[in-house]
C-alpha cells in the first residue's frame, strides 16, 4: 500500500519538466554529498591515533612525575590525585591504542573507553573569545548595556 503511494506520487511529479529538473538536481546532490564529502568526514566514533598517541605520553609522564615526587596521596578537597587520574587514563589510552594498533576489533569493542573529543573542541572554540564567561555570542547581546551603563 505504501510502496504504491510512493510510485504514484513520483510518476505524478515526473510529468512536470520543472519537478523533473528539481528531481534530478537533488538526487545529483546526493550523490556527490555522500561520495565526495560524507567519506572525508571524520565520525564520532573515530579516534585520531596521532592525538590518542600524544595524550598518552602526556599521562605517563604526569604519573611518573607524581610517583618520582611522591604525590600520590589523593588531595584533602577532591579525593583524587593527580597520579591516579594520569595513570588510570594513560592505562585506558594503552588499551585501546593497542587494540587500534593491532586491528582487534573483538577487543576493541569491548572496550569502554573512548577520547573525550567535547574538551578538545570547546578549548579550540573558547579561545578566541572576548569574554570568558558567557561567550561571544551570549555576550554581544549585553554589549550596548554594558557601553551605555555608567
Known sequence: MVREV???????MWRSK???LFMILTLGV???YSIVLLPNTA???EVDVQQLE??????EQTYKDALLKGQTVPAVMTGTSAYEAARTEFLNQR????????????????INYRPDITERVT?????DLNVPVMGREA???????KNHMK
Open 139 to 145: 555576550e554581544n547581546v549585553f554589549q550596548p548595556l
Open 6 to 12: 510512493v510510485f504514484e506520487t513520483i510518476k505524478y
Open 43 to 45: 565520525g564520532l566514533e
Open 95 to 110: 588499551q585501546l591504542l593497542t587494540a587500534l594498533k593491532q586491528g582487534d576489533a573483538r577487543r576493541y569493542l569491548e
Open 54 to 59: 600524544r595524550e598518552l605520553l602526556g599521562n
Open 30 to 32: 546526493m550523490l556527490v
Open 123 to 127: 578549548v579550540q572554540d573558547s579561545l
Open 18 to 20: 520543472k519537478n523533473r
